[in-house]
């Protein structure tokens, strides 16, 4: 991956992705074990929760998806992303860090906790998720989108945006763009972090980061063609939104 700086930011999480059987079967019938450099990315799960830098220059920008291990579509999308870039399909004006995969041993098991939490419950204490809003914040990045699937029988339940108004206008404003070029629903609230505690998208905007949580709309456990084209089409908007795509 010549075209990537991989970076470790937890290998506690290690596990093989591929042991999760419907996203197995879904990138099988994708062409996976065609191109060996993606069969890499899923692969290098064995190792933890691994971030793909791009050789570019420019802002920072975050995508993370597998917070909830068993939400497949976003994390499939964020593969997609991967490899468009890697084989020049998309060029870039601005770095991203790339976390398709942010927790492999929940994603493997096809399960929405990690060790009995939910990541998104829990991104001020030690675990996969603080890990990734401190490797963030670290490399100063500008904005931030966490890419979810949501249960159509669960809440929200829908194709949707979730952000705040404060501190980080452009958490609403990205999510508002977003949301026009995907006719997702708009989810804003006041300030970060007065209804969820420890969610990544409040925790980031608490810590400086303009951050969004995408849902796109799919049976928990399950991955659809539609639900990951949503799902890409939603981080392509937010891409847009920041000018990350060379035109």
Do not use: W
Request: a neutral charge; hydrophobic letters at 35%.
């Amino acid at each position: 991956m010549d075209k990537f700086e991989l970076t470790n930011i937890n290998t506690g999480t290690a596990s093989r992705v591929l042991a999760n059987n419907n996203l197995n079967r879904y990138l099988i019938n994708n062409g996976l074990y065609r191109d060996k450099d993606m069969l890499d990315v899923v692969e290098n799960t064995r190792n933890g929760s691994i971030v793909y830098t791009t050789m570019t220059d420019g802002d920072d920008f975050v995508l993370v998806g597998g917070v909830h291990g068993n939400e497949l579509a976003s994390q499939v999308a964020l593969l997609r992303l991967i490899g468009n870039i890697y084989h020049e399909q998309i060029r870039l004006n601005h770095r991203l860090h790339i976390i398709p995969f942010l927790i492999p041993a929940s994603t493997s098991r096809n399960t929405r906790e990690y060790k009995g939490e939910d990541m998104n419950r829990n991104a001020f204490n030690n675990g996969p998720t603080k890990d990734m809003v401190d490797y963030a914040v670290s490399v100063d990045a500008k904005g931030l989108c966490d890419c979810h699937s949501t249960d159509p029988s669960l809440t929200p339940g829908i194709n949707s945006v979730f952000c705040s108004f404060r501190p980080q206008k452009n958490s609403y404003f990205a999510a508002r763009y977003i949301c026009q070029r995907t006719s997702s629903k708009l989810f804003p609230i006041g300030n970060a972090g007065s209804i969820l505690n420890g969610a990544v998208e409040d925790e980031s905007n608490l810590r400086g980061i303009a951050s969004v949580t995408c849902e796109a709309a799919c049976i928990n456990g399950k991955v659809t063609k539609e639900s990951v084209d949503f799902s890409y089409n939603q981080i392509m908007s937010f891409l847009e939104f920041y000018d990350i795509i060379k035109k």
